[in-house]
């Protein structure tokens, strides 16, 4: 990561190294060679961070939790909260003085009888990269559109189709598995390195890496563009001219946005109109993103009713956000070992001048926003499942430990504690 010099203005769109998505053990399916080194850290026969107990769950145990009973159920600013879980919310915030935070719950343990809570839930700020979550539904909906009735073709395609790293997914900093053979390396993605389109999903939203997010979102553009004709021979500057700048920024905007309005939401309250590389930024008009907590919250109820694009690419959306590598930010406390996981962290800060002050990553001191869009779901005599969408912005300070003490709270609270 570069440096930040205080007497620069910059702006990143940044998530540490370690989330991880996807049940280990879809490796088989998926192709995504990344499961199958993380299969064998955890049998002892390579190096590297072994799960937490909740991490281990199959691919079988991930389920859509209000696909039948909650399928209708909305969360609206009009939406009745619960007394007794507003009220701790409230008393939570203000005994850890969390001043500058936004956040929205739904319990969806019973699925005909959500509990929803919020504080300045329809306050909208940047999503950074919790944003990537729009890009994976964009692909997952033009694959649906080009085999509608065939979920297995989805599945090859998502395995065969191979792509390279170039110039749009530049520069970059997030590292990410680069597995060949028994050979794995952790770095940043390189110009000609090579992954299937799943590999690059999960690329995008397990470690968050910007260069994945930018190509998921550019091949899912031109998957909805060439139809049949995708994957094409080439990505050159040939191929680009099939397009002004115009049409091309609005089918980029419209491959993100499509997902939402057809699950019947408004897709101005989560938006997203910059790549996340400024190599590709020369190819659209870019425009301001931003959502809330309150739209990040309605998007994940969508993919628990099975809603977003369909059953099969909501379920694919879910398990993407599965949490299999390092715990970070919100997901990092012990209240959440045996917790199952589902997982989506974003950061945005800025830096101005300012008096005895260095800009440190994950600290500016005129802009330090630090989101997260967490499910929970947890097993036991009494089992819970939940949803949270927290949005932060405490200047000059990482913020990623009070998202984890936030998340202790609001687990008691859910326990009735």
């Keep these: 990561m570069r440096s930040i010099i205080p007497s620069l203005a910059l702006a990143l769109f940044l998530v540490p190294v370690g989330a991880g998505a996807y ?117 997952l909906r033009a ?64 470690p968050s890496s910007n260069a994945a997010g930018t190509l998921v979102w550019r091949e899912a553009t031109l998957l909805s563009l060439l139809g049949q004709d995708y994957p094409p021979k080439k990505r050159d500057a040939e191929l680009f001219k099939k397009w002004d700048r115009s049409q091309f920024t609005e089918a980029v905007f419209r491959t993100v946005d499509l997902p939402q309005s057809e699950a019947g939401l408004d897709p101005a309250a989560f938006r997203l109109r910059t790549f996340f590389t400024k190599g590709a930024g020369k190819y659209i008009k870019s425009g301001g993103s931003g959502t809330s907590p309150l739209a990040l919250l309605r998007w994940m109820l969508r993919v628990e009713q099975g809603r977003m694009v369909d059953e099969f690419s909501s379920l694919e959306l879910k398990k993407l956000m599965y949490l299999t590598r390092r715990r970070v930010r919100y997901a990092d406390t012990p209240v959440l070992k045996e917790a199952a ?25 005129k802009i330090n926003v630090l989101n997260g869009l967490v499910e929970v779901e947890t097993t036991g005599p009494e089992p819970k499942a939940y949803i949270v969408a927290v949005m932060s912005n405490e200047l000059r300070k990482n913020a990623a430990l009070d998202h984890g003490r936030l998340a202790t709270g609001i687990h008691a609270l859910i326990q009735g504690d």
Excluded at 71 to 90: C, I, N, R, Y
Excluded at 118 to 128: D, F, I, L, S
Aim: hydrophobic share 35%; net charge neutral.
């Design 23 to 139: 049940p280990t053990d879809e490796g088989e399916r998926t192709q995504i060679r990344r499961l199958g080194w993380q299969q064998r850290i955890d049998a002892g026969t390579a190096r590297g961070r072994k799960l937490a107990p909740g991490a281990k769950w199959p691919g079988s145990s991930v389920r859509l939790r209000m696909r039948e009973a909650g399928k209708e159920f909305d969360v609206t600013p009009e939406t009745k909260k619960d007394a007794k879980l507003q009220a701790g919310l409230e008393q939570l915030l203000k005994r850890e003085s969390f001043r500058d935070y936004h956040v929205a719950i739904l319990d969806i343990t019973d699925p005909a009888k959500p509990r929803y809570a919020g504080v300045a839930e329809q306050v909208e700020q940047t999503p950074g990269s919790v944003a990537k979550v729009l890009v994976a539904a964009g692909m």
């Design 143 to 206: 694959l649906a559109q080009r085999f509608p009735d065939d979920i297995p073709a989805r599945e090859a395609f998502l395995r065969e189709v191979e792509v390279d790293a170039d110039a749009w997914l530049m520069p970059n900093s997030h590292e990410v598995p680069v597995i060949s053979g028994e050979q794995t390396s952790v770095r940043a993605v390189k110009l000609g390195d090579r992954f299937t389109l799943w590999e690059w999903m999960d690329h995008a939203i397990s």
């Design 341 to 365: 996981i589902y997982f989506k962290s974003g950061s945005f800060f800025q830096c101005v001048p300012e008096k005895d002050y260095v800009c440190i990553q994950y600290r500016g001191n």
